[in-house]
Every structure is written in C-alpha cells, then in structure tokens.
C-alpha cells in the first residue's frame, strides 16, 4: 500500500444520464482503482485510490474514452491525506448539493438497441421503449436533479428482477441506466379507436393497418404528439390538412430509412450523416423533382427526419403493411404548444384523428422536434428544440444570474450560469394564454433544474411583446434591475455570442420587423459597434405598409405601396383588395407606417410576381420567392441606387421596383425576376459594406431572412471575394428564436462595466 495515492475528482459537463458513471467503474476496474463514484446536484464526484501511474492513465481515458453522448466540461483532482483502504469500487447514492449539473437531450436509439428489438427471443423484441445508457430520453423525462430514477417520469414503473439485474451488473450496457424498462416492468404503448375506446391486438399493427387504409393517427412520441398520416398518399394528406386547417404550410415527414429518404430527396453527405445521427433533426433537403409532392410542400425542399424513438421506428418498419413515410406534423390546436398529454389528445383531436397510439410514460418537459438544414458541413437552425435542448451554449464572458427574455415571435429565453447560456426549447408565438403558459412553464423548469436566480433581466425594446410585459412584471415583483435591448442589435450580438467575437463588428441584420431605437420599424439594417452598443450607418427605403400589421398578412398591400412608392402609373398598379381606399391613405400618410424591412419586400415583390394577395403563415411569401428562383435559369439585373437621408445611407428601392415590374408586365419568367431580386439584395449588402466598412471589420449576418439558404450563400461568397471576413450563425438561429443569446451576452458586456444596472442606465444602453 505504500505507493498508492488517494485523490478526489470532479467532472462537470453532460455526464449524467449519459452511462457516466459505469464508464467510470469500468475505467476504474481495468486499472486497478478503488474507490466509488456517485452523481451530484454539479455533476459527478468520485474517490480513487491506487497508484500514480494508474491514476494518471486514469484521468487520460476519462477525458479521451467517454461514453459517446457525455460532455465533459471540466476535470478537477484534488489529492487527499492518507489511505481510506477502499477494497473494491462502487457506485454510491446520488448526493444532492447546491451546485448543478447539465442535463443530456433525448437520443435516438442506439445500434444495440435496435439489433435487440429484432432479435427473435430477445425479452425487449419489438418493445417501444427499449434504452441503454448510451440512448434514449434524458430531458422530456426529467422532473429534477441528480438524474436517477426517481427524479424522472419513469420512477411509477418499479423495475422487475431481470431489469435489476440488468442494472446492477457492470457487464452490461444497462448498468445504471435509469430509464432502463421492458415489456413486465416498463411503459406501454396503447390503440384507441377515434371515439376514444381501447382496441385488442398488436398497438403497432392495428396503427400501421390504419395509417395503411389512409387514416390520420394521433402518435404520441418522446416529447409531444403528432399526427401523422401516409404521406405518400395525397389524399390523406389532404384530409389532414384539411382537418387541422394546415391548408399551405409545408409538412415534415418521417422516414423509415435513408433509402426511403432518398426517393423524395437528394442527400449530400453530410445531410445523410446528420440526419441519421443521435440527435435527429427535421432537416430541409431538396426535392429530387421541385414539382414533386407540391401536397407535402410548395417549395423546393422538404422537411424529413429519421425515427428518433423505438416506438416511431416499429411503426414504419412496414411488418403489418404500414407506409415507409409518414407526414409527422405536431399535434396542436391552430397558434397552441403541442399537446403532451393522453386526455388532451383525445379531448382535443376528436374529428381530426382516426385512432390515437398512445403510452403512459408521461412528458414531463414539452419539446417539439428540431428544423434544421446544412450549411459549411453542419446545422444551421431554423428552429433548435428536441435533440438539442437544453444543451447550453458556451459563453466567453460569465452570465450568471443573467435571464434573457427574447422577442414574441418564435419566443425564447436565455438564462445564465457561469459560462453557460441554457436556451429554451421551441415555444412558438406568443400569441395566447396556452403558448405563454408553456413558456412560463419552461422558464421555471430551467431555473430550477440549472439551479438559476436571475439577478439581471433583458428584454427587447418594444413595449407591447408579451415577453416584455412579462420581463417588467417579474421586474416589479423581484426588484430586478431590467435592460431593454434594441431588436436588430441583439441579433448582432447573438451572432457576434455564437462565434464567440468581442470587440466591433459590421452587422448585417435583415428581418421581418422590430422596433428601432428611433421608434420606427426596422428590418433591412447595418449597424457597426459590439456588445458596449452600436451605430446604425445604413438601411433600406421603408416599405409603407397599409393599414399597419394587418398588411404583414395581406401581402396585397404592400404590392400596391411598392408599386405606388416607385411611381407608377395608375392603371400600371396592381390589382388589391379596397384598393382605392388604400390608394387614399398612401397618399394623406393616413395608417401607413414605414418599415425599412427586407421581409416586408420579400412579401411586396412576390405579390407583384404572382398576384397573390394575402399570406397563409409567417414568412410563407418570402420562402415562396426564394423557392421560385430556378439555378437553370439566370436572374435579371437589376439598378442599384442609394440616397443619404438623416446619416444614413439607404438602399433605394425604387428602382428595382420599376423594373420588377416592367419584367413582369413583359412576360419575363418569374422565376428570373425572383433571382434577379435576390441577386440585387446580395449586390446591395456588398455595396454597402464597401462604402460603410471602410475599416473591414468582421461582418456578421443575422436576423430571420438569413434562413434564406440563396441569400447567406451568395451574400457570404461575395463579401469573401471582396476579402471581407463573413460569420454566419451556427448553434443558434438567425431567427428571433436565436435573438435571447444576443440579449444575454449585451447583458453581461453591460454588467461588466457597471456592477449594477439601474434605470437611468438601462436608457443609457439603447442606441
């Protein structure tokens, strides 16, 4: 015994419900270790005693061995006085502290895992909730932590004695798994007819005979329910859209396979491999024919994902005849969260659903599933949820007690702890009591999950968002100190926080709309400055907008205001909904806010295009005119002519719009006057970045118009011709949903400089 050392250790990171710890008494037994490990409220915390040489290559196989799905943040190792004279090692009970550790998303099933649901004979053959520790769900599980057992839904299911036995044996790959269940002890999958009433026989069969026959079914997965149908059957399709008045917005879709997959759509190969990787996201691939299966998606691509549950696996495994591709849309009342539970559904989805395949683990946390697509070889997010969440984001500066309310639209939050920034998972719009109540909900789940006491609240400067009502009544309660941040330099500073800049940068921050510092709307902006604040040196000519917001739906309005702004003649104008009337309160100023928005002249110019007068869902024009543009068919050029008007430098889009319009008048194909469009706004972002970064500072591109694939691509391929140095995001949205993270880390540069932010010095930050 005289050459053996005792040390402590601690890890922190992803390294619970991870096989952390079984990983950790393997390692320990393969060099000769005693001692034990167990889980903390922090991470883990272990004691080990043996000698230097084998301690060392210990800490070397923690660090480089870990178990695929943990994160390992932080080692420390302290050594200790004298010998304990541990005799073997051991996994001792969870300690609760006032620390916490970071919680894993939920996986998809591991290969061991789906080799065991098809082996003949096999005690978990065709079981929907097969898990290891290398797969399964983690947080739509979790209640609390540390992550055991009964601090998860799946503590009302005791473990039979095979299941024990599994978890108790270091041998096995069920050691310590929490969720670890079969057919005797674990939850079970259920039919039930449209009215409600169980139905014998086989769950899966009687679904995959019902999705077969046409039938649209209300499935319940890992972290909410979706209805799906057989999405290669138009008909049904049409029935479900129909049913869940969804009449135009494109449907993601869940493959059997990457062979299935591969009929609907071309896959490069890095879409392949991220769309089979454990974390399955919904990614946008391109179609293989554009026209092709216009009922699942007008545009030219489409959502598809890959079974990401044991229980979505065995439905489209075909074994009772059931289709290869199901539409998977969650299931919601129109604007609500997706449902979660078994009552709701069958309350909620009577006349919509055929028949509901449920089960009785509950979901504890509401999560919709993630939408992504490729760019530079790996996510880009339209929306980061499900596979994802609530992994943080690493920060550079610290933000603790720091807690980021975002927009209104495709809601979210930031909350700060250390170096970590946990963003919430999707919310949607807050638009009504249900979306608000689940984002409320959620703040409080990873307050108190990540062991969080807000000190600093931020909110976006528009004082009607209900994210901002909601930010000044906590305020008020908890005499919080509240910044209020401008929209568009939040969006700089989400992407300046996701690829870790400091200093100044040039900002290119194109959306729908957000209240500018001036008090007029935005959303076609370049800004220079960083996270102590910013200048806005440039814009675009504001788009008038009849009658206010109800124009962002009745996109006919801002045809005729872009065709009336441009001078055209009267009887040149397009066609529109009360048109004279309209005409009347263009020319007095009467109800017509300006908006120097690039979303808004997405929504202008694609009603000039094609006569379309009003919108079915956010940002359906927009994403209609990018899908419109053809590679085969070369876009017109159009003018670019700029004007200085109050120190700013504006895109004046006056005469795009006239020729827009003639082009059209001409007969010229749509789909070269989209491009061209598209192609001007690129020529226009590097025109302004010559002229107003004559210092080349890094320029990022943020805001939600940069989910247009064609305009990141060209515009980044520009500016780096031109030697310019281009971030785009990377692990959070460009979308509103990404904007909390730019609140956050405009928080913390704030509080950095001064301790305490009072209300004189929240005003002092807006610029």
């Not at 947080?139 to 095979?162: A, H, K, N």
């Not at 108190?448 to 994210?467: A, G, T």
């Not at 025109?687 to 943020?702: A, I, W």
């Amino acid at each position: 015994m005289s050459g053996r050392r005792r040390v402590r250790i601690t890890v922190s990171g992803i390294v619970q419900g991870v096989g952390f710890r079984p990983f950790l008494h393997r390692l320990a037994l393969a060099h000769n270790l005693t001692g034990w490990v167990r889980n903390t409220s922090s991470g883990v915390e272990l004691e080990l005693e043996g000698t230097p040489e084998a301690l060392d290559a210990f800490a070397s196989g923690l660090k480089s061995d870990a178990p695929p799905l943990a994160v390992v943040e932080a080692v420390e190792l302290f050594p200790l006085a004298g010998l304990a004279g541990y005799r073997d090692f051991s996994i001792r009970a969870s300690q609760h502290s006032d620390g916490a550790t970071l919680v894993s998303p939920d996986i998809a099933p591991c290969p061991a895992c789906l080799r065991e649901l098809y082996t003949p004979g096999d005690r978990r053959e065709r079981y929907p909730f097969i898990n290891c520790t290398d797969c399964g769900p983690r947080f739509t599980i979790i209640r609390s932590l540390p992550y055991d057992r009964p601090g998860t839904s799946m503590s009302v299911f005791s473990m039979c004695p095979d299941c024990a036995a599994e978890y108790g044996d270091i041998s096995t790959r069920r050691y310590h798994a929490q969720p670890d269940c079969c057919p005797v002890c674990g939850p079970r999958a259920f039919y039930l007819d449209d009215k409600g009433r169980p139905l014998r026989g086989d769950p899966i069969v009687l679904a995959q005979k019902a999705l077969a026959a046409g039938g649209i079914l209300a499935v319940k997965g890992a972290g909410g329910i979706h209805l799906a149908c057989n999405a290669l059957d138009p008909a049904a399709v049409a029935r479900l859209r129909r049913r869940k008045h969804r009449e135009e917005k494109p449907l993601a879709v869940m493959c059997r396979d990457l062979s299935a997959a591969e009929k609907l759509c071309c896959l490069s190969e890095e879409e392949s491999r991220l769309l089979q990787s454990p974390r399955r996201p919904i990614l946008l691939l391109k179609k293989n024919t554009a026209d092709e299966h216009s009922e699942l998606s007008a545009n030219r691509r489409l959502g598809v994902m890959l079974p990401y549950m044991p229980l979505h696996v065995l439905l489209l495994d075909g074994s009772a005849g059931g289709p290869d591709t199901l539409v998977m849309t969650s299931a919601n009342l129109p604007g609500r969260p997706v449902m979660t539970e078994n009552d709701e559904a069958l309350t909620g989805l009577q006349g919509i659903a055929d028949g509901f395949l449920l089960h009785d683990r509950d979901i504890v946390n509401r999560c919709d599933d993630s939408l992504a697509a490729v760019y530079n070889g790996r996510e880009y997010f339209f929306r980061r949820s499900r596979g994802y969440a609530p992994q943080p984001v690493t920060t550079g500066p610290e933000v603790s007690g720091i807690l980021a309310f975002g927009a209104e639209q495709k809601a979210s939050f930031a909350a700060g702890r250390e170096h970590h920034a946990f963003l919430s998972q999707h919310i949607g719009d807050l638009k009504n009591a249900e979306t608000l109540d689940h984002y409320r909900s959620a703040m409080q789940t990873y307050l108190r999950l990540f062991h969080i006491q807000p000190s600093l609240l931020v909110c976006d400067l528009h004082p009607d968002y209900f994210s901002t009502r909601e930010t000044e009544e906590i305020a008020r309660q908890d005499s919080l100190p509240l910044l209020r941040v401008q929209h568009h330099w939040a969006h700089m500073a989400a992407c300046m926080a996701d690829n870790r800049l400091d200093g100044e940068v040039f900002g290119i921050i194109w959306d729908g709309t957000g209240l500018g510092s001036d008090g007029t709307i935005w959303g076609g902006e370049f800004l220079v400055g960083g996270l102590q604040g910013f200048r806005r040196v440039g814009s675009i000519r504001p788009v008038r907008l009849p009658g206010g917001d109800a124009a962002t739906k009745k996109i006919g309005r801002i045809a005729l205001s872009l065709a009336w702004d441009a001078g055209l003649s009267p009887d040149a104008l397009p066609a529109c909904e009360s048109r004279a009337p309209l005409l009347a309160m263009l020319e007095k100023g009467i109800s017509c806010p300006g908006a120097s928005s690039i979303g808004r002249l997405f929504d202008g110019v694609y009603s000039l295009l094609t006569g379309r007068q009003a919108a079915a869902y956010d940002g359906q024009a927009p994403e209609l005119l990018e899908a419109l543009a053809d590679e085969t068919i070369p876009g017109q050029v159009y003018p670019l002519a700029f004007y200085e008007e109050d120190g700013l430098r504006r895109f004046d889009t006056r005469p795009l719009i006239r020729a827009v319009c003639a082009d059209a008048a001409a007969g010229i194909s749509p789909a070269a006057i989209a491009r061209g469009f598209m192609d001007t706004l690129c020529r226009m972002a590097v025109e302004q970045c010559r002229v107003l970064n004559p210092g080349r500072l890094p320029v990022v591109l943020s805001g939600g118009v940069f989910l247009n694939q064609y305009l990141l691509t060209e515009i980044t391929r520009l500016l780096e011709d031109a030697g310019f140095s281009v971030y785009t995001h990377c692990r959070v949205s460009p979308g509103d949903e990404g904007l909390c993270l730019g609140q956050l880390a405009i928080a913390a540069a704030q509080r950095s400089v001064d301790s305490h932010v009072s209300g004189s010095a929240t005003e002092n930050c807006i610029r």
